[in-house]
């Protein structure tokens, strides 16, 4: 048995296969399936209505809410600012070879 909630981008099921007695897969548990979400998905120039079911008591599906994509959005710049220190750390110390003639030796 296969998950029936709906696609982001178009109103196909998603078909992640389900363990016995769940409902839905993982990535769509706490969703309405009597909703739609109310976000916009697809191109900056041809916006649909997104497919997806919304989160339990929202409009908005997973992807869309703003909360949650404000909350993505921190640790995505927290993490490319210890990335940049990690940088600053290791590459004055990290010595690159020109000498190709060692390789084909």
Known sequence: ?????PKILTARPCGHYLEPGQ???????GTDPNGRCEGETGPKTERIRCHAWPLASLPFCRAHDPELK????AVKQSLAQELAR?????????AVSADLTRCYS
Do not use: F, G, N
């Open 70 to 73: 404000a909350e993505r959005q």
């Open 23 to 29: 409902r839905v897969c993982r990535a769509h548990e």
């Open 86 to 94: 990690l940088r600053q750390l290791v590459t004055p110390d990290v």
């Open 1 to 5: 048995m296969t998950c029936p909630a």
